[in-house]
């Protein structure tokens, strides 16, 4: 009982973001009627958007905060941000990777520039939902400089940014049993942990982080404080967090008390 509820609540909380990223604003007297829940159950969901900074209260409701975003960008307008500190964290997290192990590796920019970093790792099974790192991969294969990874790369729909998403990618990754997960995030925050604009995305990280031994979760400090429509698994579930040494101070503090790891990359210790 208490998993359907808190589901049902996820629920809510999505449309309740939903609304909010479109109108800019909800009214707590219109959410009663179109969710079909009581005055008390849509002020408990607007505290707890709140909290994670997805929302702002306001009297009657709540407007969007500025760190928001129902917006995805294509994998190409991402690609040249921040690639200095792509490149740090791609290092770092290579480090996490042993020879002859299964390594997922989701969409996203970050976690492409990981992979770039694996291809020479021998006996690795490379599984992904994102068409650049397979063709990555595949382009290794095709040069035949050395043993390349084995790939295996998931069906469903592409989104904007370039990663295979729905039924079909679910169920083919349900059926997988991974050492360890490569896991990037359009936002991370405090609450709402880490978080994408696209919904479908957001069901398809889920069934790639249920697959996984452990967890390496790759984000630059630009992400932090960013939260997209869905939440896709909570800091408590990364193993190690990778980011670069312009993480501020107060986000490592609440990385460093919930992630398994914080590793800085380029820093000592």
Excluded: C
């Amino acid at each position: 009982m208490a998993e359907q509820a808190a589901q049902l609540a996820h629920q809510r909380r999505v449309l309740i973001l939903d609304a909010v990223q479109r109108d800019g604003t909800v009214r707590v007297a219109d959410l009663v009627g179109r969710l079909g829940v009581s005055d008390m159950t849509i002020r408990r969901d607007l505290d707890a958007l709140a909290r994670s900074g997805a929302v702002e209260k306001v009297y009657g409701g709540a407007v969007a905060t500025a760190g928001t975003s129902a917006h995805e960008p294509g994998f190409d307008a991402k690609s040249d941000q921040g690639a200095a500190a792509k490149a740090a964290i791609a290092a770092t997290a290579a480090t996490l990777v042993e020879p002859g192990s299964v390594v997922a590796i989701s969409g996203g920019t970050t976690a492409y520039a990981v992979a770039a970093r694996l291809l020479g790792i021998p006996r690795l099974t490379i599984v992904t939902n994102s068409l650049p790192v397979a063709e990555l991969v595949r382009a290794a294969a095709g040069q035949g400089a050395g043993p390349a990874p084995t790939l295996l790369l998931t069906g469903g729909s592409p989104t904007p940014s370039a990663a295979l998403v729905g039924p079909l990618a679910e169920l083919a990754i349900a059926s997988l049993h991974v050492d360890l997960l490569v896991l990037g995030a359009h936002g991370v925050a405090e609450g709402a942990g880490l978080t994408t604009p696209n919904l479908t995305e957001a069901q398809t990280n889920r069934a790639l982080v249920a697959s996984a031994r452990r967890i390496a979760v790759v984000a630059d400090h630009s992400k932090w404080g960013v939260v997209g429509l869905s939440g896709f698994a909570a800091l408590e579930q990364a193993d190690w967090f990778v980011t670069d040494p312009g993480m501020p101070a107060p986000a490592r503090a609440v990385l460093t008390e919930t992630v398994g790891e914080l590793l800085i990359a380029g820093e000592e210790g």
